[in-house]
């Protein structure tokens, strides 16, 4: 405390000491301002959804204060979670969404492991191509896909046109090249003195895979399969194409058909319907957070 | 345990020949270390012989088999990797016994193994740890631990020390020396350092631009190294060169360095020279610590002269004298109380019994 005080009683010099630290200070208030700007911006679709799927028809309707509810109700969620339809539809993307996940994994992880590690022709052109099918956007796909999936009915008669399971063969052009990049980057980042070791140890390819790669990459791989699971529950338009009766469509589709009459809004159920869908994916984020950041960042500066 | 044979080994990367057809013998529960700049090609050897790389002409023999198509895990050899390669996920144990349960062998000798090389590497309390819980020196024990649980016929060693800080790298050459004594399995041992080298080593083969320059104990290298390549590399300070010639005078055979200095060889020496043509450009090969202070009583063969010094370095036990003949920089190692001061005037000894010579064109030791 003394050397404190005699340094103020000091004359006056013009060095800035702690400036360091004031420009972090600084920094510190603009990251707080913009993430609470941002916090708003995004926090706010959320919260209006919660208010108005605990109104009711009449209430929504009425001029009263859109942000507020004066006679909260769950109708909207008994009459959802009791509806046979939501719950099919529900279902559908469930079984949809696993299913593609796993398919995801199963085909993505071995093909980075392959375009990482095994230094084979091409190895270097064909992982720039697997990153760059990705970039070709679904609007231009699913015209082709549709007439190839009729092909393939017309010449030998199996139906995948308007099944759900069509969407198990249609999801994974999305996500397999993407996982597969994620993964080339995360798997790139592990030594190569790994590898050797584990070949010198008496490990085949596979096990070196899976007792080594899997196990140490495991971060990229839960933000991969976070990926693959986000992106199979939210996608619209292909189901939207691919399937069209009631009991074949899966929730983002099945919501704003059933629940959207011509002009007529049933906004209380689409929003508690929009809610609940949002539930899946924000349980698996809440748990998986601190593995999906490391994988994300991990693969970005390494990869 | 193996003794190991390379016969006319090449590596080739597509026009670069980076191992040029090396032929060595390693006998059985010998301690071989290959030794060299980087980029001579000694890294490339070991991971042919480890079978991490494919060889582009030649045989490699392990235990008198013939290897080269032979992939790494039926090699029976084991590998310690500069950076430890230990798996980041598993434990002390995990990792020690990896290669074991691989081959599915009993749960009991796994563990009877395990608790062995630990034992000999004094990592008993480390076995449950994760390698991120430790320091560099206990990671590169677990390394060696790997490699000694699996029993095999050769252990590689590929540069194991480099990560390591001084201190800590003299140590672990002990350890490492230790471990030889009591395992007696065959090893080949990679390094840059000269010192580890001539430490470790029963025998020390020289590498240079993917040729062996020579093979032999770390006494013989340093004694009668056989090219200025290998009396150069081995040994700090390095050995001195000074461009010479011989000459006949009055019945004996000089040297002479310069203008001024010109010394008679030795009896032994003047044979040994006798033959060679006086108009050949030569060097003089000549080891610091053959270049001392001079004294009242100095034996034959050692010859003094005068010469001004540039820069002194006190090292404790001895000091270093830089100083030029001729514009070449030469260095020398007196003793601390002989009064070598910076710029200096100092008689020095030039001890001519442990002289070497050599052909400067070829670089061959005469």
New interface residues.
Partial sequence: MSTIAIDKAGPRRKVKYGSMSRDRAWALRWSYFFLVVFVIFSLTPPIYMLITSLKSSAEISAATNPWWVFHPTLSNYVELLTSNQFLRFFWNSAMVSIVVVIVTMLISVPAAFALARMKFWGSATLATGVFLTYLIPDSLLFIPLFKMFALIQDLTGITLLNRWYVLLFVYPTLTVPFCTWIMIGYFASI?K??D????????SWL?TLT??FI??A?PGLIAATIFAFTVSWAQFLYPLVFTTSIDQLVLPVGITTTLIKGDVFNWGQIMTGALLGAAPPLIIYAFLMDYYIAGLTAGATKG | MADVSLRKVVKRYDDVEAVRGIDLEIADHEFIVLVGPSGCGKSTTLRMIAGLEDISDGDILIGGDVVNDVPPKDRDIAMVFQNYALYPHMTVAENMSFGLRLKHYPKAEIKERVTEAARLLDITDLIDRKPKQLSGGQRQRVAMGRAIVRNPKVFLFDEPLSNLDAKLRVQMRIEIKKVHQKVRTTTVYVTHDQVEAMTLADRVVVMNKGCIEQIGTPNELYHKPATRFVAGFIGSPAMNFVPCRLEDVGGSLQIRLTDRIAFTLPPARAARYNALPRTDKLLLGIRPEHLTESHAHLEPGVETFDTVLDVTEPMGMETLVYFGLNGTPICGRVNPNAGAKDGSPMRLAMDLNNMHLLNEATGVVL
């Fill in positions: 030594p003195e790994l050797e070791a584990a070949i010198i140890d008496g490990a096990q007792r080594i196990p140490v495991l």
